[in-house]
């Protein structure tokens, strides 16, 4: 039964997306970042949805008159640069035909973010990209808090199988960043009890954070927290019930969680975290000696015997950045660290600019929040590799496209979403929602 539900919607979406293929994307984007047929149990776990709508999106790119240029902004520029920059690395790295598989899965995610980049230009659809990527993550994270409660958070909790933030450490940095945007969408319902579902979900998404033990996202919600602290505008208030509220999540985990989080400190004597030095050692020795880095796979005990001091640790980089740096060199690093600074510029471009009229303030909101998530992202995935994952790349897409739209003046084109002066049926507005 849940095999057939699945496919059924995706059927539905798909065709829907031969004619709009911006409905392709968030199919496209629900599939890619939820995984949702990995929690199904017949035809529909190794179904090819995710090509399924791959395809449809991009029949409807070709027949579409509402396509535009994909590149909108510096920071789009420099996202293809690296796309260019990566693929030559894997082209001239160390066993082309084996890491074939590693390049194909991240340009489906890249090919799909210039797609979107090209797709979607309204409000409409910026906002339709946030629901789709943040409740995707949102609908798993209330899941593992749930479980995290049940079990008195003693269950560890993961991410979905076979996806990039199947491990522990990964799903939880993804929820730690979906926090943020879960924050803005709160600040676009009007009902008081969907406001409050929405703080559930974002409590729940931090449990399930906290669930997975997982060190690298406890140093990333601290960042976050930090940062969302220091912008409030009631900073005592605010200090006294994070220095009240801090406590009694610890005191709700078991000791094991406390133990794992104690030694963050005891790096010295930590396993895990001398593999992680032996991988960091190996990816900048790699950098040195090869300037387009080595390609999509770095854990070599060849590769670590020659340039690590600790020969006998072969692990995975566990960091964003010095995956990158013994992936595809420091030019590699480079763009990508470009990358984030010049979205992290144009979010704040857009906070400054999205704040002086009533119009663009949801602008405004979402770019402070895409700020938050973006911090997440920097702190935690330097303790864990989430290089290649969507949603980072989703957050530069909405970036991009909110900053064009405030620049074009588009409200001053656009209707409202609702398009009429008069309320409407609930059954009309999502009908227009799917069908404009």
Known sequence: MRDIFL?????????????????GIMLWTWLSIMNPHRYTFGIAYSAPLAAIAVAVTMIGLMYTKERESPVKGTEVKIFILFIVWITLSWLFGFDLENDYEQWKKVMKVDLMILVALALL???KHILALAWVAAGSLALLGAKGGLYTLSTGGGGRVWGPPGSFIEDNNEFALALVMTIPLLRFLQTLVSSRWAKYGMTGLMLLCALAALGSQSRGALVAISAMTVLLWWRGKNKLTAGIVLLAAAPLLILFMPDTWTERMNSISEYETDYSALGRFSAWWTAWGIALHNPMGAGFNIVRPELVAIYSPYPDLVYAAHSIYFLVLGNHG?????????LWIVTWNSAAWIRREGAKRAE???CADLAAMCQVSLVGYAVGGAFLSLSYFDLPYNIMAMVALTRKWISDKAWENEP???????????????SRIIFQ
């Not at 496919?7 to 409905?23: D, E, F, N, T």
């Not at 420091?330 to 470009?338: E, P, Q, V």
């Open 121 to 123: 230009h309204t409000k």
């Open 416 to 430: 409202n979403l609702s398009g009429e002066t008069q309320p409407e049926s609930k059954k009309r507005f999502w």
């Open 7 to 23: 496919i059924s919607i995706v059927l539905i979406m798909a065709i829907l997306a031969l004619k709009r293929p911006w409905i």
């Open 330 to 338: 420091f030019i590699g690093l480079g763009l990508f660290l470009t």
């Open 360 to 362: 663009t303030k949801w």
